[in-house]
């Protein structure tokens, strides 16, 4: 498995470098001007998530803080049972 890790050039600025896990050296050679960069450390990239799966995450752990609270039973439904098509073509009395 790949890992994205992030180092930071003192005359260059921040770049990627992707790696095997576990693999990233504390110092990694800049791709433009080849001095050594240092390694940062940051937070993981956890904004690829869609929102739909964020917006469930974030329900789901509300729910497990302060579940709503449910004052009376809802009404029970049931779907409207529509007719066989086979019946259709039944003979009508």
Not at 51 to 76: D, I, N
Request: some cysteine; glycine content about 4%; hydrophobic content about 30%.
């Amino acid at each position: 498995m790949m890992a994205t890790y992030e180092y930071l050039c003192s005359h260059c600025g921040c770049f990627d470098v992707k790696l095997t896990i576990g693999t990233a050296p504390k110092s990694y050679g800049c791709p433009t001007c080849t001095n050594p960069a240092r390694r940062l450390y940051s937070a993981p990239g956890l904004s690829l998530t869609s929102s739909a799966s964020a917006a469930l995450h974030e329900r789901e752990e509300q729910a497990r803080e302060a579940p709503a609270v449910v004052s009376e039973v809802p009404p029970r439904t049931r779907p409207k049972r529509r007719p066989h098509p086979a019946l259709s073509r039944l003979p009508r009395p």
